[in-house]
């Protein structure tokens, strides 16, 4: 058995006995919102942006870039589940920053150019995190009417930046 | 001005006048794991799981499903930041359950075939996780040496079963 298994089912077995209160809750954010935001261990995006179970939708992938999948899930949390809003919030100090695609392929040895993989890695948050809003925006299937914003989120201090 | 956003505004403000404890966090996780889970707004890993800032990656999508990107952001969590155990935690009640492909694609007005979208729509919980940890443990780039577990999360009790 391993240890950090056994950690969180110890962690979930204290959680799910406080749990009666949440087993209502339905499937449709309650309040229709989406966020997308990176996998990086420091962020707490239920902490940072304040949500209880059930308010919103959360999108984690290495970057918090907008990816064909985390297009998919915004579509799906919009056309299936009533979002209307979605924030974008990538991060200071992020470990796609600043390394490149290459750089990457070649810690994995992929030296054949037809397996070479775009890990979305990008040099500048504000430009990264503009460039992602636009392709969102401009996606066919995204409505005009969906509300989309830019935060960046400063991991020294906590603190959300709107762009 | 948008009056979610003001919500999370005003939310993070006083997440981050408690910060400082944080400030020092590093990027790699500190117990060397990471979660993929789905997008769903009643869940929160870090609740159900016991996490706190700094500890492990989170990755998130529609049906917490091993998608391209899911793949792409849990590689980069091993080989850059030193994951060595990922946890595909998949659950009850999901949106992308019991829906069919076809039917996304109706929503969306999608009926040219070449435009058509593989959402990840899926038919059976643990059938779904079965074939998910398959595809992620037999990926070319994945090593043998990482250890994969599935689990399922009740969002009736908030408990987590392993597969």
Redesign the interface.
Known sequence: M?E??N??????????SG?KS??E??????????ILTC??????P??????A??????????GGRV????I??L???H???GTD?W?VIQHT?C??CC?TNEE?DK??G?ENESKK?D??TFEDNKKCLKEDLEKLKNHS?VPDSI?I?GLIYD??????E?L
């Open positions: 391993s950090i298994l950690e969180i089912l110890s962690a979930n077995k204290k959680y799910a749990f949440k087993s809750l339905k499937s449709p954010p309650k309040k229709h919102f989406a996998m990086d261990a420091r962020l707490d239920a902490k940072f942006a304040g949500l179970e059930g308010d919103a939708h959360v999108i984690r992938n290495a990816s064909d999948d985390a998919r899930s579509l799906i949390s056309k299936l589940l809003e924030f100090s470990g796609m390394v990457i810690e994995f992929i993989i890990w979305l299937l509300k914003h991991v020294k201090t906590g603190f959300l709107k």
